[in-house]
């Protein structure tokens, strides 16, 4: 399909009585996703999009990003593989956090648990400092935009 609407903007602005007439439509993304600006992404209902981001755009659950006549489509995070943490108080939520950060990975905060990707350098990492984790599948928003070395 050569002619699918190219996405130049993040986030369209529009009221919600505008979107109340128009079919919904998602695209879901995973974290990592959410940060690649220029790509060809299919919806969930199979509409293709091109997107032309400027460099460094972060994808933000919940935005609108293309409205045309019949449809728009709206941002949401993939439930995904990530290491939660269960600090014990707050000065080892601090130094996780600290710790994540130092290796340029991304951390979300979950109530009093801290998320980070599932990945062996963080579970190294975990067992290391002692904290209590486990593996499980959730949303991934993580705080501030990171980046990791191997990219």
């Known amino acids: 399909m050569n002619d699918a609407p190219v996405v130049t903007a993040t986030r369209v602005h529009v009221h919600d009585d505008q979107l109340a007439r128009l079919e919904r439509d998602r695209l879901v993304l995973s974290a990592e996703e959410r940060r690649w600006g220029r790509r060809r ?3 969930e209902k199979g509409r293709e999009l091109v ?3 400027p460099t460094g755009s972060v994808l933000e659950p919940g935005h609108v990003l293309h409205v045309d006549r019949e449809s728009y489509v709206v941002i949401e ?3 995904e593989a990530v290491l939660v943490i269960s600090p014990r108080d707050r000065d080892e939520m601090v130094r996780v ?3 994540v950060g130092n290796r ?3 951390v979300a905060i979950d109530g ?3 998320l980070v990707p599932d990945d062996v350098a963080m579970e190294q990492l975990l067992e290391r400092i002692g904290v209590p984790w486990k593996r499980d599948r959730a949303v991934f928003a993580p705080l501030g935009a990171g980046h990791r ?3």
């Open 149 to 151: 070395h191997d990219h």
């Open 104 to 106: 340029h990975f991304t």
């Open 112 to 114: 009093d648990r801290l």
């Open 97 to 99: 956090a600290f710790e």
């Open 41 to 43: 992404v299919k919806t």
């Open 51 to 53: 997107l032309a981001l």
């Open 77 to 79: 995070a993939a439930v």
